[in-house]
């Protein structure tokens, strides 16, 4: 090999090497026989990071601190509609999804800070898109049908958030109904609340809740729907744009 040639691609590792280096991870100086393959496999953990984290606006470092809600919470079919503020804001969420777990992190004390504010009102479409992710099928909709039954004995805001702040790994049989009963005794629930759950009382509302969903072209990416997924007046939200609800209400 020449002496350019030689340069040339000593010049090429060490830019590359640079690049890694920014990111955050380092590449050992010596052993040069070695150093080209340590370079394609950082580059390989560099995606698998990036890609593993999910969607960049999930980070958790929401400028709300935890607020307590006060506002009120009422049902219909798969819906639960929380708030009386001006701005509508229509969230799908499935409580096995991780990105939605993600969300909730992220927004949760800014959208409830906004509720109790009566700025915004929210439509919680409870659905159950990722059934099969579970081992036995199934906890979606068994966990959508409990955060439903919660609204109607008064415990939804904190039983909301119990069930991402206990989220199951995709896989795994989910919470049993026993763990979703035993979180509306700890909040405090009201009525028959076990019998809600046990008897699976929203599951017919989840499962058509979900079907409509999936088939409405407003809520699809390339002809494909997941959650989370936000929309505002019909119009899916853009949320790689981490001001999207502090300008939506500035929209009114």
Known sequence: MGGASRNDKKRRQEAAAQRLAAA???????????RTPLIVVGVVVLVA????????????????????????ATVSGAVVTAGTGKVVIDTYEDYLCPNCQRFEQRYGPDITAA????????????????DPSSNPPGYST???????????????????????????????????????IQFGTELKAQGDFAGCVNNGTNDAAVAAETKKAIADPALQTNGQFGTPTVAIKGVKVDLNDSNWLKNAIAAG
């Open 115 to 130: 509720l109790n504010a009566r700025q915004i009102t929210v439509r919680y479409h409870n659905i159950a898109i990722l």
């Open 24 to 34: 955050g991870i380092q590449v050992p100086a010596k052993n040069t026989a070695n």
């Open 142 to 180: 068994r966990a959508a049908n409990a955060a439903i039954c919660s609204a109607a004995a008064g415990i939804f805001p904190a039983y909301h958030a119990k069930l991402y702040a206990e989220q199951p790994a995709e896989g795994s049989p989910g919470l049993s109904n026993a763990q979703l």
């Open 49 to 72: 990071v990036l890609v593993g984290a999910g969607i960049f606006y999930f980070r958790n470092n929401s400028s709300t601190p935890a607020v307590a809600p006060t506002y009120t």
